[in-house]
């Protein structure tokens, strides 16, 4: 599988994004995709998750104010982000692969940088 994200940007407090994940490849084998983020200095944490049957799981951070959606037969997947703040400002990863909705799966994108100015 291969993961392509695009859609972030520089944005100010408050404002919104989306994100979107294309993959190829054996994508009907994937049963969890999932949005990462890195900022610098800190570890990877994970952002938002959903499964086939769309079942979700947020962040305490992500709750209320990011989506996550998933076109299964598309192979793509987003995340709506808004109400954004300076401490959402990370590179933010695609994910899929896993089991899990709390845990990441082995396919990573290369990431895309989202920036939110005070």
Same mark, same amino acid.
């Given at each position: 599988?291969?993961?392509?994200?695009?859609? !972030?940007?520089?944005? /100010?407090?408050? &404002?919104?994004? *989306?994100?979107?994940? %294309? #993959?190829?490849?054996?994508?009907?084998?994937?049963?969890?995709? !999932?949005?990462?983020? /890195?900022?610098? &200095?800190?570890? *990877?944490?994970?952002? %938002? #998750?959903?499964?086939?049957?769309?079942?979700?799981?947020?962040?305490?951070?992500?709750?209320?104010?990011?989506?996550?959606? *998933?076109?299964?037969?598309?192979?793509?997947?987003?995340?709506?982000?808004?109400?954004?703040?300076?401490?959402?400002?990370?590179?933010?990863?695609?994910?899929?692969?896993?089991?899990?909705?709390?845990?990441?799966?082995?396919?990573?994108?290369?990431?895309?940088?989202?920036?939110?100015?005070?």
């Amino acid at each position: 599988v291969h993961l392509v994200e695009s859609g !972030g940007g520089l944005v /100010q407090s408050g &404002g919104s994004l *989306r994100l979107s994940c %294309a #993959a190829s490849g054996k994508i009907t084998e994937i049963y969890v995709m !999932g949005w990462y983020r /890195q900022a610098p &200095g800190r570890q *990877r944490e994970l952002v %938002a #998750a959903i499964s086939t049957d769309l079942r979700t799981n947020y962040a305490d951070s992500a709750k209320g104010r990011f989506t996550i959606s *998933r076109h299964v037969t598309e192979k793509t997947m987003t995340l709506e982000m808004s109400n954004l703040k300076p401490e959402d400002t990370a590179r933010y990863y695609c994910n899929a692969g896993s089991a899990a909705l709390m845990v990441p799966g082995p396919t990573w994108g290369q990431g895309t940088q989202v920036t939110v100015s005070a």
